[in-house]
């Protein structure tokens, strides 16, 4: 009797083994690349553990930086610029966008002048001082000896309508391989899925293949507005339609993105509010803005987790509160103070930070990396990239430069 069982125990240890090492097999597959014609429609798989972990920079030595820490920001890239440059609206995309070669060649600049991605909620940090108030204050990095830390920012990374079919991909996706992808529909109308086409997946690539150019794995701040929903996934709620129809579209809009959602957190994105609406805080007026707020936070950060960093629509301030602002807070400013917000990142000539003194916040502004700035204002962004060097040639010839 005891022999039997000993063998039937064996048995049962040796089919377990198998069993397993069916299920690490079928994890093996993971290298394989996304399926190439994706049903748009077809609900994303869940996220399968990484095969590929991202490679971590070799340890080096870490020093003290008290510097000036950097802060680009971009729009979404343009996948096809002869469709982007050639419709209605290809001023607007002249303006505000870079094409995937203008992003990858900046990418491929800032690496080279020694620039290292740090994660913007590093840079200061909430403290209370001897009156017993909490305020913010600058944090000391440590960063490998000769680096330059910056901060890029993704605003609008929506997809949003206006976009479709002007060649633009059409949302984020989770690959077979457990990483981001981007779908979407090439010039000649084939469904594509891609690393090379949209920001969010060129800049893990290029951190993959270069290590080096980030400090703790951090990518970038992706700031989003709600209105048209995130990352090409319409998760917004129509409030006009209060269909059965349209909550289940919607809930399963969520439960798409949430996958997504989860892998950048996973590997060193994280997120902004850039207001609901997309809305002008100089005239939108008290009520507005806070209704605006609580709408992001119920659509987008129940979606994204918590956050508190502003980035402010079209750059402009709330209160008014320009570079120069060292006044006392308007009513705007302490609701999202209220909410949790303690960073407020506006646009300017320059990375212009200035800690407040009445309450725990920190104003900044950062440098527009689009179109407009590739034409004109070269010289401001020389210690970053050459835009001579950077120029897509596909760009269109009559909005000239002034280099
Ligand atoms: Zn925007």
Redo the contacts with the bound molecule.
Sequence with gaps: MKIRKLITVIISVFMCILMLAGVISCGGVQDKAPDPTPDPQETPTPTPPPSTPEPTPEPVELVPYDGVVEHLFFHEVIAYPEIAFSGSSRQRYDTEMVTVLEFQRILESLYNNDFILVDLNIVWSEYTNDNGQTRMRSNTLMLPEGKKPIVISF??LSFYEYMKGDGFMERYIIGSDGNIWAEGIDPSGNAVVSQDLAAITILDKFVRENPGFSHNGAKGCIAF?GYEGILGYRTQKDLDDNSEESRLNRMQEVARVQPVVQRLKDTGWYFAT?SYG?IRFPSAGLTAIQNDAVRWMEEVGSLVGETQILIF??GEPLDGCNWLCQTACGPGFLFYHELGFRLFAAVGREPYTAIKTDIAAVRMDRMASIGTTLRQGRERFLRFYDAKDVFDPMRPEEYGTDW
Excluded: L, S
Aim: charged residues 30%; glycine residues 0%.
């Design positions: 605003d609008d507005t850039h997309h629509p079209f």
